[in-house]
C-alpha cells in the first residue's frame, strides 16, 4: 500500500477545500455543465488520442503502480537470491522447484531456469519480458500526461463559452460577478485535474517504471551469475550496486558452514 | 472501423454545444468573419509550410488512419504467418502462391518471395517500404501539429483584431459585451480546432504509425524465418514478443500431423 | 515558381485585412511608432543574435527556397541519372561532357567526374557540398526561427509601453479605448510576424532543405553507381526509394537496343 | 560554506520586502490560507509524484550542496594525488595508508588501493559510486524542479478560487480591491517560491553535480596512473586538463631529490 | 570590433525610447524600486544558481564575444596555415618558430610543434584545448539564458506586489491607473533585460562558439597535415570546406618556384 500517494491526493483535496470553504459554499464552486465540459472532453480527446483498451489498461496500471507497493526492495531482492545461489551451489538448480516467491518476475525467472532452458534463451525471454514492462508503463504515462494537457485546454473552452454567454447578456449587472465565476470554474477544474492528478500519476509512473525495470535487470543479472556457477558472496557484492548504501549491510549470506 | 474516434469527436461536439445552450442560442457561438480567420488562415499558414500535395496527403492519411481500423492485429498476423510457414515446409515456397491476405504488405513480401529473389533483397525491399511508410506518418503528423499551432495563434489574432475594432467604438456602452464576445470567439474556434481536432489527430497518426511499423517489421521479421527454414512453432515462439502478454494463447500453428 | 508560398500569404493577408474592414477603417490598425518598436526592434534584436551577413544571406536563401521551385524532382533526376548511366555504358566517361543539365549539383558532379578524379574524392567532395547546403539552410531557418521569437516579445514590450503611457492619462475617459487599442497593435503585429511570415518561412526552408538534401543524396549514389559501372537498371531500380510510389512508373530507361 | 547561496537568497528576499513596504504593510502581503494553498498543495502533490524518502533526502542534499561547499576545488585534488603518486613511487602503495584526506571518495579509493584489489575492480568499485553520485544528484534536482512547476500552479488555483469567491460577493464594491488583492497573493507566493527558491536550487544542484562527477573522474583517473606506477609528473600533466587554465600554475609536485 | 551588436543594441534602446516619449515623459518610466526587484533579484538568483566566479567569468566573455570581432576568417586562417606548410617544407619544424601569429591557439600549435612533441600528444594537447573553450562559452551561454529566464520572472513578481499594493488602496480612483502603470513598469523592465540583453547575448555567444571552435578544428587539422608533410596545395584544397563558397578564391599558397 503506498499510502503517501493517497496521502498527497487527500491533503491537497483538503486543503482546496478548506480555502474554498473560507470565504464560500462549496456549492459555489460546483457546476455541473462545467463539470462535463473538463471531464466529459477530456475523456472525449483521449479516446480520439488512444485506443479504449489502451486507456482503460493504462487506468488499471497506475491504480495499481501509485496506490499499491508491490515493487520490492532493492535489499531484500539480492538476499534472496543470495539464498538462492546457495541453494543451488548445494541443490544444483533443481533445488530451486521448491522456492516459493513474491515476485511473479523471478517466479517466471525460476521456472525458465528450472525448465532447463540455456542460460541464453532465460536471459533473452527475461528481457524481453522487461521491454514490455517498460512499453506498458511508457503508454499508461503518455496517457496521463495526454490528460494533463488536455484538461487545463478544455477549461479554457469552457471559460470562453461561458465568457462569450456572459457578454452577450450584460443588461443585468448583478448578474456579471456569478456568471463570470461560473466561466472561471472550468479552468479551476481543468488546471486541478492536470495538476493535482494526472501530472503527479504521470510522475509517479515514471518512478514506479524505473523502480520495476531495476529490479527486473537485478533479478536477470542474478540469474545470469547463479547459472554461471559463481561464488553467492561475490554475486552479493556486485549486486550491492543496486543498493543504496544505507541499506547496504547484511546483505550477503550467511557463509556455507 | 475506428469507431472510437468518431465517438470521441462527437461526444467532444455534443458536450460543448450542450454548455453553449445552457445559457444562450447557437447562434451566438457563430461568427463568420472570426471563422474566415481562423479556419482560412490556418489554412493559408499551412499552405506556407507545407506542400499543397503534403497537406492533401496527409488529410487522406489522417482519414484512413483515424477512422478505419485497416491495422491488423499482431496476433491475427503470427497465426497467419504461423500457417505461412507450415505451408512452405511441406510445398515449398511456391506453395505460398495460393495464399490470399488482407494485408497488402504481406501481400508484396510473399510476392518478393516467389519471385525468387535472394533473402537479403527482400528484407532491404520491405525494410525500404517501412522506412516511407514512417516518413508519410510522420509527414502528415508534422502537418496536423502545425494545424495545432497556427489555429490558436490565428485565433488571438482574430480576438486582437476585434478588441482593436471594439476599443475604437466605445461610444455606445451597450455594445461593449457583444463586440468583445464576437472579439472572444475567434479564440474560441482556434482552441477548439486544435485541442479537439488537430492534435489529438496528430497523436492518433503517432499511435497508428507505432502499429502499422510494428505489423511490417512481424512480418519481415518472419520472412527472414521462413526463407531461413526454421521451424513454425520455434518462429510462432519468437514473434509472440509483438503480442500483448492477454493474446499470446494459441498463437502456435497445429502440430503437423 | 512556388506559387502556393505566394498564394498563402496573400491569402493570409487578405482575409485579416477584410476581417479588419468589417467593423472599422483600416487606418485604425495603422500606428506607425507601434510598427517601428515591432519590426525595428526585431531587426536589432536579430542584429545582435545574428551577423548582418549571416541575416542577409538567410533573407536571399529565403527568397528562393520558399518562392522558387528550383528544387528538381526525384522522379525527373532518377531519369536523368538513368540517361547518363546509359551514355557513360557505351562511350565511357569523358562522354557526359556533352550532356547540359540545369541542376547545378548534377553539373558539379559530372565535372569531377570527367576531370578524372578518383571516386573516393569525387564522393568526398560532394558529400561536403552537401553538408554546406544543408549548414547554409540551418542557419537561415535559425534567423527566421529568431524573428519569430522575437516579433511577438518586442509586440508585448510596445503594448507594455502604451499600457503604461495610457495608465498614466486617466483624465479623459473617452481617450481611454482608442489609447489601449494603440497599444495592443503592437502585440498585433508581433503575432502577424512572427505567426504568417517567419515561422512559416522557416518551415518552408526546413522542407526545401530536406528536399535539395534528398535529391544530392540521390546524384551522390548515382555517381557512385555510374563510376562503378554498375547496369544502368539496376541503378534505377536502386535509387526509386528516393521516389514516392505514386512517381515510380516509367522510371527505368529503355533498353539499350 | 558556500556564503553566496545564502547571500543571493536573503537579498532576493530583502529586496522583495522592501518592495512590498514601499507602498504598504507587510501583513498586507500575509494571506494564511493562501500560504496554506500553496505550500500544502505542492507539498501534497511532491508527495504523489515522488516517495517521502526520496523528497526528504532531496532536501538534505540540496541543503548540503547549496549551502556548504565541500567539494574540493581540482587544483588542491591534483597536488594532493600528486603526492600520494611520488609516496607510491618510494613506499609502495601500502605507504598511502597513513595518508589522511578529507574527500571521502579519495579515502575511499586509498582503502581499495590498499585492500590490495586488482586495478580494474578498484575503477569499476569508484566508478559505480560516480553513478550512484550522479543519480542522487539528479533525483534531488528532479524533486525541485518538480516544486518549482508545481508551486505556480497551485498558485493559480488559489488565485482562481480567490477570484469565484470575491465574483459571488460584488454586492459591496469597496471590498472587490482587498479580495482580488488576497487571491492575486496565492500567485504571488507560488512564482516566489518556484523562481527564487526551488528552481535556483536545482540549477545549483545540477552544477555541484557535475564539480563532484568531476572530481571523482580526476580521482579515479589518477588512481589508474597511480596503480599502473606513472610517473607523478606525467600524471600530473595530464590532469591539468580537470583544473581551470588560470589555477595550473604550481601544480606538479616537486621533483624527487 | 563586432560593431553590429552595439549597433542593434542601441538601436532597440533608441526606437524604445522614442517610442516611450511618443505620449509621455521618459520619468513615466522610471521606477527605481522596480528597477531594484528587477535587477537586483535577478542578480540574486543568478547567485544562487552559479557561482560568483562563473557569472564574472561569463560576463567578461559576453563582453569580448559580444562586442569585438577577434575570431579570424576562416579564409585567412587557411592561407596562413598554407604558408606554415610552405616554411615547414623548405626549412623544416624548426623553420616556424620565427613565424609570429595574432591567433593564441595557432600560436600555441606552433609552439607544441616546434618543441618536439609527437604529433599524437600535439593533437591531443590541442583537442582538450578546443574543448576547454567550448565549455567555457556554454557556461556564459547558460548564465545568460538564466538571466533571460529569470528577468521576467522577477518582472511578474514585482507587478504581482504592485496590484496587491494598489488593490489595498482603492479608495481614492484617480490613483488607480498611475499605480498600475508603475506595477506593468516591472514586467516592462524584465521583458526588456531578457529580449533586448540577455537572450541576443545568449545567442551571439553560441554563434561564436561555434566559429571559434571551427577555427580551432582547422588549425588543429592543418597542423596534422603539416606535421604529416603534406603537400601544401593538396593541405589547402582539403581545408577549403571550411570556407564558405565565396571565400574560396585565392586560398592555395602560390607555387614553390
Given at each position: 500500500m503506498d499510502i503517501l500517494t493517497l496521502v498527497g491526493l487527500l491533503a491537497?483535496?483538503?486543503i482546496l477545500v478548506l480555502a474554498m470553504l473560507a470565504n464560500a459554499s462549496l456549492l459555489?464552486?460546483?457546476n455541473l455543465p462545467g463539470l462535463a465540459i473538463v471531464v466529459g472532453g477530456t475523456l472525449a480527446v483521449t479516446l480520439i488520442k488512444f485506443r479504449l483498451a489502451t486507456v482503460m489498461s493504462a487506468f488499471r496500471l497506475a491504480m495499481t503502480a501509485a496506490f499499491t507497493d508491490r515493487v520490492a526492495r532493492p535489499a531484500d531482492l539480492v538476499r534472496e537470491v543470495g539464498r538462492l545461489a546457495?541453494?543451488?551451489?548445494?541443490?544444483?538448480i533443481l533445488g530451486l522447484e521448491n522456492h516459493t516467491t513474491g515476485d511473479p518476475f523471478l517466479r517466471k525467472a525460476i521456472n525458465l531456469c528450472v525448465d532447463g532452458h540455456p542460460p541464453e534463451l532465460v536471459e533473452e525471454a527475461l528481457a524481453q519480458d522487461t521491454q514490455q514492462?517498460?512499453?506498458?508503463?511508457?503508454?499508461?504515462e503518455r496517457v496521463f500526461r495526454g490528460i494533463g494537457d488536455s484538461a487545463p485546454a478544455l477549461g479554457m473552452l469552457g471559460t470562453l463559452v461561458g465568457l462569450v454567454q456572459m457578454l452577450n447578456t450584460l443588461d443585468d449587472p448583478s448578474s456579471i460577478g456569478p456568471a463570470m465565476a461560473v466561466a472561471l470554474l472550468t479552468t479551476l477544474y481543468g488546471a486541478f485535474i492536470a495538476q493535482m492528478i494526472a501530472l503527479p500519476l504521470a510522475d509517479k509512473l515514471q518512478l514506479k517504471a524505473e523502480d520495476e525495470v531495476r529490479n527486473q535487470v537485478l533479478i536477470t543479472t542474478s540469474m545470469r551469475n547463479i547459472l554461471r556457477g559463481d561464488n553467492p558472496r561475490v554475486m552479493t557484492e556486485l549486486l550491492s550496486s543496486f543498493v543504496v548504501p544505507e541499506h547496504r549491510t547484511g546483505l550477503a549470506p550467511e557463509r556455507e558452514g
Open positions: 491537497g483535496i483538503v459555489t464552486f460546483l546457495q541453494v543451488v551451489r548445494k541443490e544444483g514492462t517498460q512499453e506498458r508503463y511508457e503508454v499508461a
